[in-house]
């Protein structure tokens, strides 16, 4: 059985690494996806139990074939799977691919000396997935090249589908690729188009256009306009500067239709949003004044403020701005009060928490350290911690846990499928 079968025609077949070829038992899979053989040596696109031939030298090989294949290995869905640098795990049935994230972070908590209840976890299907971040680099004056990086480069995939993806993204690309064109008249641009489906269409925000030399023609940007009302897109940003919107984007959050800024963050897919919202609001339930921090455009705020008042902060401006404008049109909420706060540097202080009983955050990759110790010290007495990152959630939890908190249950979160990415929300009670 040689591995992978399918390779796309937008990228030469890879030259084999240096280095003797030589046979490997897989025991387990690391951090990042790949097969672990005792050595330690990693050889992506492998599974445990399997016995494989791999080239390469030192730590880090490449799959030539797997000799023994393991009854969890499936057929992969993407004709670009084992090229794109996009998925890393299609190759792994569902269930076991699942425990394995699970597990990992389990192991995680445990380098923190933290155990929990660890609820099911939430798992993303395919075609969930509502925002994308689509390189392109040049091609014909009709069409560009769109797609994710290949895997250990800097070449482009030159995708045709994108399994992960939702059908109405997928669909788009064609459209997309067009819309991409007039982006290269200066040779250092390398656009990245941030597409993100909302409920009135596509908003795509673009970045890597080279600005210096004074940005787009007036042509060019005439071109990206004609282009976007073609394919019927809701909104079309330059660097977050407006250059074509046929529609607002908007999407609902619980109770509010709220317009979105553009490049604002939304989670990855609808039904993740929706798990990690009704798990946050059922243990929210009985709050009296609740803080949501790094509240973003208000993905937990609006489902708080049916539960009591909330204060909601956040470092961007734009995103708490559209947030408070969506109020009015919200019906049923306790109440909700604003604020554009860097909390890295100025987090809420004991003193600002002094009537709060329940606290939400959910902080970028980084965690929230400083916010973390404020409400350590506080008289809070429930936190709510969502995470897109475990090793800094365990940080953060460690915190909390030795100012007297307690981590009662915790509910993973699976919506970067086929990636080794895993989310959590975890309740901490005094």
């Known amino acids: 059985m040689r591995y992978p079968k399918r390779r796309p025609q937008s990228r030469p077949e890879p030259r084999p690494p ?44 490449e799959l030539l074939e797997v000799l023994e294949a393991s009854p969890q290995r499936v057929e992969p869905v993407c004709p670009h799977f084992g090229v794109c640098g996009g998925c890393a795990l299609q190759h792994w049935a569902h269930e076991p691919y699942l425990a394995w994230k699970v597990e990992r972070l389990v192991r995680t908590l445990a380098r923190e000396r933290i155990e929990t209840e660890i609820l099911p976890a939430f798992a993303a299907g395919p075609g969930t997935r509502r925002r994308v971040a689509l390189h392109a680099r040049k091609g014909g004056r009709e069409a560009a090249k769109l797609g994710y990086k290949a895997r250990k480069s800097w070449d482009l995939v030159d995708i045709a589908v994108c399994p992960i993806a939702d059908p109405q993204l997928q669909a788009a690309i064609p459209a997309l ?10 040779p250092k641009s390398a656009p990245t188009l ?8 596509l908003d795509i925000d673009i970045s890597g256009v080279e600005a210096r030399s004074g940005g787009l023609s007036a042509d060019a940007c005439m071109q990206l306009a004609e282009r976007a009302a073609e394919a019927d897109f809701a909104r079309v940003t330059l660097g977050g500067e407006m250059a074509y919107m046929a529609r607002m984007p908007q999407v609902r959050l619980g109770p509010a239709r709220v317009s979105l800024p553009p490049g604002a963050f939304l989670q990855a897919t609808a039904g993740a949003e ?8 059922q243990a929210a339930a009985g709050a009296h004044r609740i803080v949501d921090l790094f509240c973003g455009v208000g993905t937990f ?31 049923g909420l306790k109440g909700v009060t604003t604020e554009a706060r860097d909390l890295a540097r100025r987090p809420l202080l004991v003193h600002d928490l002094r009537h709060t009983d329940v606290a939400v955050f959910d902080p970028p990759r980084a965690g929230a350290a400083e916010q973390t110790t404020e409400l350590a010290n ?8 969502v995470s897109c990152n475990p090793a800094t959630f365990a940080r953060d939890a460690r915190t909390l846990i030795d100012a007297g908190f307690v981590l009662e249950r915790l509910l993973p979160v699976d919506q970067f499928l086929w990636s080794p990415h895993v989310e959590l929300v975890g309740v901490f009670n005094r």
Request: glycine share 12%; proline share 9%.
């Open 177 to 186: 690729k067009r819309l991409a064109a007039p982006l290269f008249e200066h």
């Open 194 to 201: 941030h597409v993100t489906l909302t409920d009135t269409g």
């Open 378 to 385: 506080s008289g809070v007495s429930r936190v709510i911690a």
């Open 18 to 61: 240096p280095g003797p070829p030589a046979e490997f038992s897989i025991e387990s899979v690391g951090g990042e996806g790949d097969g672990v053989s005792p050595g330690p040596v990693f050889v992506p696109f492998t599974l445990p139990g399997e016995r494989v031939r791999a080239q390469g030298s030192g730590e880090r090989r």
């Open 301 to 331: 705020t609006f489902r708080l403020a049916e539960v009591a008042p909330v204060h909601a902060a956040d470092f961007s401006a734009e995103a708490v701005g559209a947030l408070a404008s969506a109020l009015a049109g919200a019906p």
């Open 274 to 281: 929706a798990a990690m919202t009704a798990f946050v609001g």
